[in-house]
């Protein structure tokens, strides 16, 4: 089946500081993959749409110098938390979403997860 | 843009009884439904999905309904076990923009 892996799976760093978060699709390609954030007990909210090759769309709010995504690969996006500070600090989730035009394409895999917190 | 609405926020069943879980969604255009579990500290898995042309969908224990005239889908598991235990989340997607947007998420707690 699908396999997202999420890496780190917890960080914990000194505000200031820039960290970096991967996502890899590990048996598939995913043009476009999404990041979210969770705050304790909340639901998941979009932050990006990460698209290979091009520039990533962000949902309104989200600041994209301070959350920069890139997309080099068919099964890498990395999230980039920039001047790190403790309101950063949350759980940030992506999914990758297989492409093709077999059933069940267009299903949603998540990572399993990183969790931030900014001292 | 699309809003999903999910009640109840918490819910606890005793073990072998049946629990439901309702979300309504308000984009007329969404055409898929999938419901997650969530386990403290990791991502949500899919655990059944249904899209606008099919009412119901089954699997095992765990089944799931839509209405699309009222906009609403509900999740049913029936015999609950403990391992049953987590968060669920139902979302709405429409294939047109790719967006998976979640509803606020049900505690659920079987007690044994």
């Known amino acids: 089946g699908a396999v997202v892996s999420q890496h780190p799976s917890w960080v914990i760093c000194k505000s200031g500081t820039s960290v970096k978060i991967e996502c890899r699709s590990l048996?598939?390609?995913?043009?476009?993959m999404f990041w979210y954030r969770q705050f304790p007990k909340q639901s998941l909210m979009l932050m990006a749409t990460s698209n290979e090759g091009s520039k990533a769309t962000y949902e309104q709010g989200v600041e994209k110098d301070k959350f920069l995504i890139n997309h080099a690969s068919l099964t890498l996006s990395t999230l980039t938390v920039t001047s790190a500070h403790p309101e950063d600090s949350s759980f940030y989730i992506c999914?990758?979403?297989?492409?093709?035009?077999?059933?069940?394409?267009?299903?949603?895999?998540f990572g399993a997860g990183s969790r931030l917190t900014v001292l | 843009g699309e809003n999903v609405e999910q009640h109840p926020s918490t819910l606890s069943v005793q073990e072998g009884d049946s629990a439901v879980i309702k979300c309504t969604y308000s984009d007329s255009a969404s055409n898929y439904f999938p419901w997650y579990k969530q386990e403290l500290g990791k991502g949500p898995q899919l655990i059944i999905d249904?899209?606008?042309?099919?009412g119901e969908k089954k699997d095992q224990r765990i089944a799931v309904t839509l209405n699309k005239t009222a906009k609403h889908f509900s999740l049913h598991i029936t015999e609950t076990q403990p391992e049953d235990s987590a968060v669920y989340f139902c979302a709405a997607n429409d294939f047109g923009n790719e967006k998976l947007t979640f509803g606020t998420g049900t505690r659920l707690t079987i007690i044994p």
């Open positions: 249904i899209r606008s042309n099919v």
């Open positions: 999914s990758a979403r297989r492409t093709g035009g077999l059933p069940g394409a267009n299903v949603l895999t």
């Open positions: 048996d598939f390609q995913a043009t476009t």
